[in-house]
Nanobody, 114 residues
Framework: VQLQASGGGLVQAGGSLRLSCAAS????????MNWYRRSPGKERELVSS???????EYADSVKGRFTISRDNVRRTLYLQMNSLKPEDTAVYYC?????????WGQGTLVTVSS
């Protein structure tokens, strides 16, 4: 199983980025998928989830600004991040579990300057 995250970068506050996570080795369409982040000095935080059926959930801190989506044909998970704030600065990870095992992407760094 491989989760390859990409799309991070440096952006000014108020800007946008779209993260992608390409999955292989799993039956992607059957898996719930998630984005986590870890900011310096903070615990890892669940940012957003999308179930296999398409139901989405968001952390309160990103509601109304971030949108999670998935393309089951391309086996890719997305996170559209708008109105970015300096406190969104973190390494973002995609995550799923399959057959009782946890799988993490390598992380992509998002830096939001004020």
């Amino acid at each position: 199983v491989q989760l390859q995250a990409s799309g991070g970068g440096l952006v000014q506050a108020g800007g946008s980025l779209r993260l992608s996570c390409a999955a292989s080795g799993i039956n992607f369409r059957l898996n719930d998928m998630n984005w986590y982040r870890r900011s310096p000095g903070k615990e890892r935080e669940l940012v957003s989830s999308i179930a296999a059926g398409g139901t989405t959930e968001y952390a309160d801190s990103v509601k109304g600004r971030f949108t999670i989506s998935r393309d089951n044909v391309r086996r890719t998970l997305y996170l559209q991040m708008n109105s970015l704030k300096p406190e969104d600065t973190a390494v973002y990870y995609c995550y799923t579990s399959s057959r009782g095992r946890d799988f993490w992407g390598q992380g992509t760094l998002v830096t939001v300057s004020s």
